[in-house]
T-cell receptor
Framework: AQSVTQLGSHVSVSEGALVLLRCNYSSSVPPYLFWYVQYPNQGLQLLLKYTSAATLVKGINGFEAEFKKSETSFHLTKPSAHMSDAAEYFCVVRVSSNTGKLIFGQGTTLQVKP | EAGVAQSPRYKIIEKRQSVAFWCNPI?????LYWYQQILGQGPKLLIQ????????DSQLPKDRFSAERLKGVDSTLKIQPAKLEDSAVYLC??????????????FGPGTRLTVL
């Protein structure tokens, strides 16, 4: 069965510093992977998705993620954090193309300090 | 393009009462999903519709939860009777069609339910 594990429920960085949010997946078949962001009192917004094309995926707001099959990882990065990046981030795996069901990680809260 | 609409945004009820949530997906989206997000956790799929048919309701507590998508557009999710542990945010999402590898789910703002 597919699953995702996000390492660290809370990450704190200074404004301008590198953002690194870690995600490892478990899947017996090539996975479809996503990162979603949830701002306070708002719905989930898609940041980026991996669908077996390029292993380095660029998303919105300067975020990117690299799919590493050998490490079963899909970490999210951003070179320079902005105060507006403070939110909760979810790593997500799609179960299969037959159902579209998404399995969410527990989430990582990103705090950005001035 | 309008996004996924949900109402109400907030609801407070007593335990054993009933409650209903409404969702209007993005126009043209065949697939509709209801998720439950308990505080501190990631969303969990409750039910998935393709047009007006159910694709997956394996995690829907059918003794108290029900959902329908009449005419394959709007959907309602009902809880009757509510329990304290039903306190959560209920998210609706829609997508063009889950059979596509590039299919993306778009989420509404959610309904925050508090059961007292």
């Amino acid at each position: 069965a597919q699953s995702v594990t996000q390492l660290g429920s809370h990450v704190s960085v200074s404004e301008g510093a590198l953002v690194l949010l870690r995600c490892n997946y478990s899947s017996s078949v090539p996975p479809y992977l996503f990162w979603y962001v949830q701002y306070p009192n708002q719905g989930l917004q898609l940041l980026l998705k991996y669908t077996s094309a390029a292993t380095l995926v660029k998303g919105i707001n300067g975020f990117e993620a690299e799919f590493k099959k050998s490490e079963t990882s899909f970490h999210l990065t951003k070179p320079s954090a902005h105060m507006s990046d403070a939110a909760e981030y979810f790593c997500v795996v799609r179960v299969s193309s037959n159902t579209g069901k998404l399995i969410f990680g527990q989430g990582t809260t990103l705090q950005v300090k001035p | 393009e309008a996004g996924v609409a949900q109402s109400p945004r907030y609801k407070i009820i007593e335990k054993r009462q009933s409650v209903a949530f409404w969702c209007n997906p993005i126009s043209g989206h065949a697939t509709l999903y209801w998720y439950q997000q308990i505080l501190g956790q990631g969303p969990k799929l409750l039910i998935q519709f393709q047009n007006n048919g159910v694709v997956d309701d394996s995690q829907l507590p059918k003794d108290r939860f029900s959902a329908e998508r009449l005419k394959g557009v709007d959907s309602t999710l009902k809880i009757q009777p509510a329990k304290l542990e039903d306190s959560a945010v209920y998210l609706c999402a829609s997508s063009l069609g889950f059979g596509r590898s590039t299919d993306t789910q778009y989420f509404g703002p959610g309904t925050r339910l508090t059961v007292l």
